[in-house]
């Protein structure tokens, strides 16, 4: 099942009381790289341990059992190995949608190959249109995995997710986590984003070699740079992805759990990670919680 990732710190109980929230409203283009892209050519290479490291990632932080009969809104969605992976475990109903029209196609791909499921749905959306968002309904789980932070609007498209987990529900988010770098980082995305196609082939060439480095201080082979990660993931497709990312902004994790708790979320688990890394949160909707996949007899 691949590589779990380190328990996660549970700051549920004695969370230090976050600091008013004073968010700018921002917008930016809606999509001005293309992560669809990138998760295209990430397909060419998918391989069965890539999906079973994302199921092994899902069953970690939430559960088998929270996904087995559950009806699951994979915010956008990618490459669509997330959405596959909860059909995989169970998911009663998934929806997938994205802004970016190749990452709609990257998703769709992964719904053929998985026999076009009729209870798995893809769509293309945005997370800030209203009327978007209004067809879809409420959702046992929603999930958000290193998206928000990319809309232009973090704070109003985290206010939306919320708005779309049934009471009782969760809403599992991932955000890049705010830091003293954020002004170089932006500089650096906008910079490639405005390079030609060699000028960004040498950005990546600049992130492989610093992998390679990481490699050889650990003894261990630097050709091996490109090693899977958690999620099904991989090394090159994670630099590009840093590298392009842009609308990009980011938050600590006081204001995440300030923002959500005004709106009644209760933190089950975190994990809190530096700059440049997504701090990991799943919370729980208010109200009542959704029936259980043994007590719908599944």
Same mark, same amino acid.
């Given at each position: ?39 295209? %050519? ?55 949608? %994205? ?27 945005? $997370?800030?249109?209203? %009327? ?71 950005? $990546? ?94």
């Amino acid at each position: 099942m691949g590589t779990q990732p380190p328990l996660p710190v549970d700051l549920a109980q004695g969370l230090p009381a976050p600091p008013p929230a004073t968010q700018p409203r921002r917008r930016e283009s809606p999509v001005t790289f293309s992560f669809g892209g990138n998760w295209l %050519d990430y397909l060419r290479s998918l391989s069965e341990d890539a999906v079973a490291r994302a199921r092994a990632d899902i069953e970690y932080w939430v559960g088998e059992d929270t996904v087995r009969g559950a009806s699951v809104l994979d915010v956008g969605s990618g490459s669509g190995i997330h959405s596959l992976a909860f059909l995989q475990l169970g998911a009663r109903r998934v929806c997938s949608f %994205d802004v970016d029209p190749r990452s709609v196609d990257a998703t769709r791909q992964l719904w053929e190959r998985a026999g076009r499921p009729a209870h798995w749905e893809v769509l293309q959306g945005s $997370i800030l249109d209203p %009327d978007f968002t209004g067809t879809l309904g409420t959702f046992d789980l929603v999930y958000a995995w290193g998206v928000l932070h990319h809309t232009g609007a973090l704070w109003e498209a985290l206010a939306r997710t919320c708005t779309l987990v049934r009471p009782g529900g969760r809403l599992w988010v991932a955000i890049y986590t705010k830091g003293p770098s954020y002004a170089a980082d932006l500089a650096l995305k906008r910079r490639y984003n405005a390079a030609s196609p060699l000028g960004r082939r040498l950005l $990546i060439y600049k992130k492989i070699g610093k992998a390679m480095l990481k490699q050889l201080r650990k003894f261990q082979n630097p050709l091996a740079w490109n090693q899977p990660k958690e999620r099904g993931m991989d090394v090159y497709h994670d630099i590009v992805d840093w590298l392009g990312g842009l609308p990009y902004e980011v938050a600590s994790p006081d204001e995440v759990v300030q923002f959500t708790r005004r709106r009644g979320f209760v933190l089950e688990r975190i994990k809190v990670e530096g700059e440049r890394a997504n701090s990991i949160y799943v919370l729980r909707a208010p109200g009542a919680a959704p029936a259980s996949a043994e007590e719908l007899g599944l």
